[in-house]
């Protein structure tokens, strides 16, 4: 999950000021800030400092994260002619990232904790090169995938392309599962998810199926649209807060959940932060396939302090084996 300005203190005193990529550009920076929350919380998994522009940013499209903002983007995708814009990405265009799993890797393997690698899903970087940044009401990528349905279906095809040579790099330099963030599907109806975002993240999932990794795929407000998230091949499916655990499972069949504490309870009380906790533990009961973790990302006003007794809270009292916080 993006920890929207990290909460920790470690983080902010090495991370330093300017753009988040030129940090990730930086293998031993990039490397340490990925093994700090793993070494505060002692959870059980890490997850990749990187972010879901990367690629597009590595083939030049023209984007960059400006902090507090988000991505942005210079010259926005809004017809055909931008296209031959998104070249496919190339091994030698990410060196830096799969040198920082290479890394992670070296760190974590006498722990035996795993590293999770990531990618934006089609949709979700899509929805940032056409509107050229964050947005609340997703007007601009809505009708241009109403409009031009064909155009579209090529935008998130290269994007899927990219994801999927990104994540295979990951996978190949030691990445041992790996996430796949619509986090912005929540915009579209079922009937949108299923032309719009649905087709190029199967494809993603399909072909990463062959390097044998668990394959998460997750977003936000995504309740009327977990069922139809089930069927894009992933093993496990992300929920956010906004949907009961044990109703989520029952959308999603038999594949294990992810999630789903509500950042926003983490950030000061911290009876609040465990009571929230374990109705979640409750939720999942003995079921196993259930992985413990935040619904979205942490609030940079969070308390470290209110985190560490929720990851101890899981692993004391979460199915042991089964459960545990990333
Ligand atoms: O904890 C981590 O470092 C995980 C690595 C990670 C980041 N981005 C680093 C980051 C991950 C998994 C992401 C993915 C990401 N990036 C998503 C999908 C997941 C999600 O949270 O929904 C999205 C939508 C983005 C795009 C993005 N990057 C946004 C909207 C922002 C926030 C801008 C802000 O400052 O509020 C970013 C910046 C970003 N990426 C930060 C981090 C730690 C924020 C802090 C910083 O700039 O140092």
Not at 71 to 78: G, K, L, M, N
Not at 155 to 165: S, V
Not at 261 to 286: F, K, N, Y
Not at 318 to 325: F, I, K, L, P
């Amino acid at each position: 999950m993006r920890q929207a300005g990290r909460s920790l203190p470690e983080y902010r005193a090495l991370r330093g000021t300017g753009s988040i990529l030129e940090a990730i550009a930086r293998p031993e920076i990039a490397c340490e800030v990925t093994l700090q929350p793993v070494r505060r919380y002692g959870v059980d998994a890490a997850i990749l400092f990187c972010d879901i522009v990367v690629p597009v940013h590595a083939i030049g499209f023209g984007v960059d994260v400006v902090p507090g903002k988000g991505p942005q983007v210079a010259e926005p995708f809004r017809s055909a002619a931008d296209l031959p814009r998104l070249r496919p990405l190339e091994d030698g265009d990410i060196a830096h990232v799969t040198d920082t799993v290479r890394l992670v890797c070296a760190e974590l393997s006498s722990t035996g904790t795993p590293l999770i690698g990531f990618a934006g899903a089609p949709y979700t970087v899509a929805s940032y090169l056409v509107e050229g940044g964050p947005t609340r009401t997703f007007e601009v990528v809505k009708n241009l995938a109403h409009a031009e349905p064909r155009l579209f279906a090529q935008l998130t095809d290269r994007l899927a392309d990219m994801a999927i040579a990104f994540i295979t790099a990951q996978v190949k330099a030691g990445a041992q599962a790996i996430q796949l963030f619509d986090s912005w599907a929540g915009s579209l109806t079922p009937d949108e998810y299923e032309r719009f975002a649905l087709p190029a993240t199967r494809r993603v999932m399909e072909a990463l199926a062959p390097l044998g990794v668990p394959r998460i795929l997750f977003g936000l407000g995504t309740g009327e649209l977990l069922g139809l998230m089930a069927t894009s091949g992933a093993d496990v499916i992300g929920v956010d807060w906004h949907v009961p655990l044990d109703l989520a499972r029952g959308r999603v069949g038999d594949l294990a959940v992810q999630g789903n504490l509500d950042p926003a309870l983490c950030v000061s009380d911290v009876g609040v932060a465990l009571e929230a906790t374990r109705s979640i533990l409750a939720l999942a009961g003995d079921r196993p396939g259930h992985i413990f973790n935040l619904g979205h990302g942490v609030f940079p006003s969070t308390d470290p302090g209110v985190l560490a007794e929720v990851v101890a809270v899981v692993h004391a009292e979460g199915r042991a084996g089964v459960g545990g916080a990333s």
